[in-house]
């Protein structure tokens, strides 16, 4: 079995697996799913959701018609990128979202407010080094089905749907122990 092959296991279950260049096959979040984690979230149109792994766009469409939000998205595949933009125009939201073909790991995740994952836990486990460093505190995360932040325990954990929802809230800074300069 290839590690592609591996890595797409979980999704074959949806039966809605399509093979993906990235670590990630994309498999759609369900509309009621996207709802309940935007509002355990608190989503506003203050607010800007980087989808990471955004796929055809539906998270960040869904969020800035419905919650009024702005939304970054960023997916690795570009046809996927494409039929995106095209959902945005679609929709009446291309002015509020935007979609860029890039590596998640390599994106520039500072401006985000919200961050939406719909990832394996082992990649999960690779981000959130770089979410820790790079996000300001009190950004929030939502996840669903896969728990991959290790000793980072999720605020909430909602269990309404087929697998669960978590929710974290990136920490405020420890302030640094001052030394004693006698």
Do not use: C
């Not at 999720?154 to 300069?181: C, G, M, N």
């Amino acid at each position: 079995m290839t590690r592609r092959t591996l890595l797409a296991a979980p999704a074959l279950a949806f039966g809605q697996y399509e093979e993906s260049k990235g670590d990630v096959p994309w498999v759609p979040t369900p509309d009621e799913v996207i709802d309940a984690m935007m509002r355990v979230a608190r989503a506003t149109p203050r607010d800007t959701v980087l989808d990471l792994g955004s796929g055809d766009g539906r998270v960040l469409i869904y969020s800035a018609l419905k919650f009024g939000t702005r939304g970054i998205g960023v997916e690795i595949e570009g046809h996927r990128v494409a039929e995106a933009r095209a959902e945005a125009e679609k929709a009446g939201v291309s002015q509020k979202v935007r979609f860029v073909e890039q590596d998640f790991f390599k994106a520039d995740v500072a401006e985000a407010t919200i961050v939406f994952m719909y990832l394996f836990t082992a990649v999960m486990g690779k981000l959130k080094p770089k979410l820790l460093a790079e996000l300001m505190p009190g950004t929030r995360v939502v996840a669903y089905q896969f728990n991959g932040m290790g000793d980072w325990k999720p605020s909430k954990v909602l269990r309404d749907f087929q697998h669960p929802i978590y929710y974290w809230e990136v920490p405020r800074l420890r302030p640094a122990k001052s030394r004693d300069t006698k």
